[in-house]
């Protein structure tokens, strides 16, 4: 039961300019939603998180934005680094936290 | 460091053989759970914990695997008679009771290989 979905595996976007993943869910009793980062032969890191009671979230680069009508969330990175270079989770939590099969963002010097 | 360790990190068995997988979860945390990834996908929930308590079990929990938190603290997933579609990366993780901004910890996994 695939209540998270990142329908895009890939995205590859040029350094400076803004990258953008998108994540869907099924479940309206989800309350939080979590994008994590991961490094080849590394565990998740948490990255950034929203609220189900806000549609934004800001920290430095990264910003979150919630549309719980279309259950639809995105993680904006802007401006995009070589650094940032990594798989991206989307998580959306209920009693425990549910993940989609994650984007490889490549940003390209 | 205080962080979520897992141990061993890699291992490698004979198909049919048990594994026993262990993770520590940062020492506060009440709660503990369990995925498992493959290739070219998300981290599967398998099962978590409150304390000792065993809250939930996905379908993916057949009955050759078994989790355990016996005292609230360290955690164990006893995986019998493997199979080769048992090979994926175990991965753990940790948090607080959930709130408001309360964001869970993984360990660096422990990727298995049954040949």
């Known amino acids: 039961d695939q209540q998270v979905k990142q329908n895009s595996p890939s995205l590859s976007v040029q350094e400076g300019r803004i990258s953008i993943l998108n994540c869907d869910y099924t479940?309206?009793?989800?309350?939080?939603f979590l994008w994590y980062k991961k490094y080849p032969a590394e565990g998740p890191t948490f990255l950034i998180s929203?609220?189900?009671?806000?549609d934004k979230n800001e920290d430095g680069r990264f910003t979150v934005f919630l549309n719980k009508s279309a259950k639809h969330l995105s993680l904006h990175i802007v401006p995009s680094q070589p650094g940032d270079s990594a798989v991206y989770f989307c998580?959306?939590?209920?009693?425990?936290?549910?993940f989609g099969a994650g984007t490889r963002l490549t940003v390209k010097p | 460091d205080t962080g979520v360790s897992q141990d061993p990190r890699h291992k490698i068995t004979k198909r049919g053989q048990n594994v026993t997988f262990r993770c520590d979860p940062i020492?506060?945390?009440?709660?503990l759970y369990w995925y498992r990834q493959t290739l070219g996908q998300g981290p599967e929930f398998l099962t978590y914990f409150q304390n000792e308590a065993q809250l939930e079990k996905s379908r993916l929990l057949s009955d050759r695997f078994s989790a355990e938190r016996p005292k609230g603290s360290f955690s164990t997933l006893e995986i019998q008679r493997t199979e080769q579609g048992d090979s994926a990366m175990y991965l753990c993780a940790s948090s607080l009771l959930w709130t408001e901004e309360t964001e869970a910890f993984f360990g660096q996994g422990t990727r298995l290989t049954v040949v």
């Open positions: 020492s506060e945390h009440n709660r």
């Open positions: 929203i609220s189900s009671i806000k």
């Open positions: 998580a959306a939590r209920n009693n425990d936290m549910r």
């Open positions: 479940n309206s009793m989800f309350d939080y």
